[in-house]
């Protein structure tokens, strides 16, 4: 697959700077398989809703702002990237002969689609860790949660480097066993080089509304400094710093 694997783009953001170091040109790309309860983007869940381009179009598009990119690089974000491994793997492959870092922001659900070529264009991935106990995994996501674990056993494995997000909602994913659980699991890598605590916000609320499903979450209040603050201190009993 090369320059003219094509892919579906959602949405675009030139100047992003929290999906991975320094500012960045992050893709949404449409399609997931996951059905989180907090999902930010819950349009990006059907492909039906993007927009087909080649993955020379998109680079080229990247190009425009390498400038502004140049202590950052490209983020491809979604939905779920890895329900289009190929537009992915092209991508990148373009990106690194033009010098461009590049993320891949993933649930690892689907992991095992990604192949090592993949990886090894691949300069971070930000592995979003939903939970570390199965059943809220589940209820939080739908699916299950060991894939993503034997997806991170394997990026540490070829010492792909990771950093971690954890979303804390309240009522759902503070548990303290179910964040003990998240933090020894990542003390058991060796690649992770952060760990983030994502504070949960209703950013997707009105997203579900205009698209008429269900916001299951809408009696849920944000997480406050104090609930980030004991997440961090029940990371840290796993030998694991947060921030």
């Not at 400038?67 to 992915?88: A, D, H, K, W, Y």
């Not at 894939?147 to 480097?161: I, S, Y």
């Not at 179910?178 to 009105?206: D, H, K, M």
């Not at 269900?214 to 997480?223: D, F, G, S, V």
């Amino acid at each position: 697959m090369g320059p003219e694997t094509i892919g579906h783009v959602h949405s675009v953001e030139t100047c992003g700077t929290v999906d991975g170091p320094g500012m960045r040109y992050v893709a949404f790309l449409g399609g997931c398989p996951l059905h989180c309860q907090y999902c930010h983007n819950p349009d990006t869940r059907c492909q039906s809703n993007s927009t087909p381009r080649t993955a020379q179009e998109l680079v080229n598009d990247v190009l425009r702002y390498r400038n502004f990119i140049r202590n950052g690089g490209l983020t491809l974000s979604g939905g779920e990237p890895m329900m289009q491994p190929n537009f992915v793997r092209a991508v990148f492959r373009l990106a690194k002969e033009a010098g461009i870092h590049t993320a891949l922001d993933t649930s690892g659900f689907l992991g095992e689609l990604a192949d090592d070529e993949l990886l090894s264009l691949t300069d971070l991935v930000l592995l979003d860790i939903k939970s570390g106990d199965p059943d809220t995994y589940r209820e939080v996501t739908g699916v299950n949660l060991a894939p993503t674990q034997f997806f991170a056993r394997r990026l540490d494995a070829l010492k792909v480097p990771v950093w971690i997000r954890f979303v804390l909602v309240p009522g759902l994913t503070d548990d303290a066993e179910n964040i003990r659980a998240v933090a020894a699991f990542v003390a058991t890598l060796e690649n992770v080089g952060r760990v983030e605590i994502l504070p949960f916000r209703q950013y997707g609320r009105s997203k579900c509304e205009m698209l008429k499903i269900p916001y299951l979450l809408e009696e849920t209040r944000p997480a406050n400094p104090e609930d980030v603050q004991r997440a961090r201190s029940l990371f840290a009993t796993q030998g694991v710093t947060a921030v």
